[in-house]
């Protein structure tokens, strides 16, 4: 029995529910979970079924993809989640989605504005498009890097799908929510034609404010996991 146990079962419950409310679909997405304190993540295995997956089949890396736990391949994006691991102190969880209504999004290479109190929060100021470059390359996970110090929490990826953090996976999953929620109202606002109201920029910037204290005391090892 591994020392990651408790963590590759968060990434197997984690992706089963993803499935569930319909934002993985076959075997597009992948999940992730920094071990805190350890140059260590476990990450969902490469092209494999959900709802077959058990903890025994997460694969569980360093930060220079050595593997160290797991009989699989582990995801092709796990260059990707390693990177943001390393450039973002504060996120200790990572979903990739293909979730439809912020795909869509990344088709129109529109990025959502702060249109929600909640989104501003949770997700930061914007969220943004990263430029497309093809899965599991070095293009990518360097385009990644460079968009991620923004802060923000959620990101979609140019004709592609989303990428959302959290200082935890329950956070993370929040922000999944939250993402597609805000993504669907946004299209349905676009297709009006009408002007797109955002929320005041000083709300905005009052709500990222809390957010980047949160990332700064996660940072610091002082943030008490789901707490304000
Ligand atoms: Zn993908």
Known sequence: MGQFEAFKQQIVETCQALVEKGYLMATGGNVSLRKPGQNAFAVTPSNYDYLKMTYDDVCVLDFNLNPLEGHLKPSVEASMHAAIYQARGDVNAIIHTHQVYASAL?????????????????????????????????????????????????????????????????????????????????????????????????????AFAKLRKDQKNVESGKFELGGE
């Open 106 to 206: 990344t088709l129109i290479k529109t990025p959502i504005p702060a249109l929600f109190d909640e989104q501003a929060r949770f997700l930061g100021r914007s969220v943004e498009i990263i430029p497309y470059a093809p899965s599991g390359t070095g293009m990518l996970k360097n385009t990644i890097s460079k968009h991620v110090l923004n802060h923000n929490n959620a990101f979609m990826m140019q004709n592609h799908g989303a990428l959302v953090f959290g200082h935890d996976m329950e956070r993370a999953m929040h922000n999944v929510e939250i993402l597609e929620k805000c993504a669907l109202a946004y299209l349905l606002a676009i297709c009006t034609e009408r002007k797109v109201s955002k929320i005041p920029l000083a709300v905005r910037e009052i």
